[in-house]
T-cell receptor, first 115, second 116 residues
Framework: NAGVMQNPRHLVRRRGQEARLRCSPM?????VYWYRQLPEEGLKFMVY????????ESGMPKERFSAEFPKEGPSILRIQQVVRGDSAAYFC?????????????FGPGTRLTVT | AQTVTQSQPEMSVQEAETVTLSCTYD???????LFWYKQPPSRQMILVIR??????QNATENRFSVNFQKAAKSFSLKISDSQLGDAAMYFC?????????????FGQGTRLTINP
């Protein structure tokens, strides 16, 4: 069973461009979470999605950031008009519908660098 | 809102010795989970150990064990017989529940160095 996959692993964007980060959850997982890790800090929750629904986006910046998890395909975290402060590692995690293990499985992360 | 505090930005230990990493948290909930994650230089987040708040018994996974003090809201990680491969950032995390799934709140992390 493949783990959580994220691509690209590294992404470089100039200020003002758009960044699209993709996350494919583990097979059978229907819950996806996005976290952001700024340099020398812990991970910060951004958004929690289920298929075709945003459940909690309390950690998302109000502007320029959006996320989706369509019925088919990966979850996408989209950052429009990137600024230098968006440079960070973005992690996706997934969990199954049943929360018997209460564990989130993390992907390897995407490191975004804004120049 | 829940908060997680790791008061030790850096720790070091001699190989084969024991080290304890501290974590405190704040919550008004009674049902939750606590986790320790390891982040090596590869940046992959690896679950080390988890504790259910309703369980009084401290969790243990091989060389890793926790000291969970619910009343004090403390959740420390003990690593016994430290190995060079244990060198990493360690994050304490609190798991709360929203609509059937978890939202994790992480501490700032402790960088653990193992001295050969």
């Amino acid at each position: 069973n493949a783990g959580v996959m994220q691509n690209p692993r590294h992404l470089v964007r100039r200020r003002g461009q758009e960044a699209r980060l993709r996350c494919s959850p583990m097979k059978g997982h229907s819950h996806v979470y996005w976290y952001r890790q700024l340099p020398e800090e812990g991970l910060k929750f951004m958004v929690y999605l289920q298929k075709e629904n945003i459940i909690d986006e309390s950690g998302m910046p109000k502007e320029r950031f959006s996320a989706e998890f369509p019925k088919e395909g990966p979850s996408i975290l989209r950052i429009q008009q990137v600024v230098r402060g968006d440079s960070a590692a973005y992690f996706c995690a997934s969990s199954p519908p049943s929360m018997s293990s209460y564990e989130q499985y993390f992907g390897p992360g995407t490191r975004l660098t804004v120049t | 809102a829940q908060t997680v505090t790791q008061s030790q930005p850096e720790m070091s230990v001699q190989e084969a010795e024991t080290v304890t990493l501290s974590c405190t948290y704040d919550t008004s909930e009674s049902d939750y989970y606590l986790f320790w994650y390891k982040q090596p230089p590869s940046r992959q987040m690896i679950l080390v150990i988890r504790q259910e708040a309703y369980k009084q018994q401290n969790a243990t996974e091989n060389r890793f064990s926790v000291n969970f003090q619910k009343a004090a809201k403390s959740f420390s990680l003990k690593i016994s017989d430290s190995q060079l491969g244990d060198a990493a950032m360690y994050f304490c995390a609190y798991g709360s529940f929203i609509q059937g799934a978890q939202k994790l709140v992480f501490g700032q992390g402790t960088r653990l160095t193992i001295n050969p």
